[in-house]
């Protein structure tokens, strides 16, 4: 993966020749390996915890409404860092950036659960 075939029409001024040509060239760099197949790993991974809690208890009763906004909330929360993290912006902003990701999932996630807000899809 990363690998681009180049047509080059100016192959001449490369190699002498005046034959039109193609070549192989290797586009990923460090900086461009991802990491969002690890997003929905994890995402999915820390769903596991209320799905097990549910197998020992009756105070954890999550449904499968309940889960997948749970796994959709986490997948934007782990996407949006992941972005923020690979724009070239200073430290100091990019943190700035997370901070209000992870602040505006916590919100969300305590509206849905306890209603703090007073909002119609508040939780009880």
Not at 46 to 72: C, H, R, Y
Not at 78 to 92: D, F, Y
Request: hydrophobic fraction near 55%.
């Amino acid at each position: 993966m990363g690998w681009v075939l180049l047509h080059l029409k100016n192959w001449k001024n490369y190699t002498g020749n005046s034959n039109s040509s193609f070549q192989l060239i290797n586009i990923q760099s460090d900086h461009m390996k991802t990491k969002f197949p690890i997003i929905p790993f994890a995402a999915v991974s820390l769903l596991l915890i209320p799905f097990i809690a549910m197998q020992f208890t009756k105070e954890v009763n999550w449904s499968a409404s309940d889960f997948i906004i749970m796994g959709v909330l986490l997948l934007l929360v782990g996407s949006g860092i992941e972005v923020v993290r690979r724009k070239n912006i200073k430290s100091t902003r990019r943190l700035i950036y997370i901070a209000l990701i992870v602040i505006s999932f916590l919100l969300i996630w305590l509206e849905l659960a306890v209603g703090i807000f007073g909002t119609p899809w508040a939780g009880k």
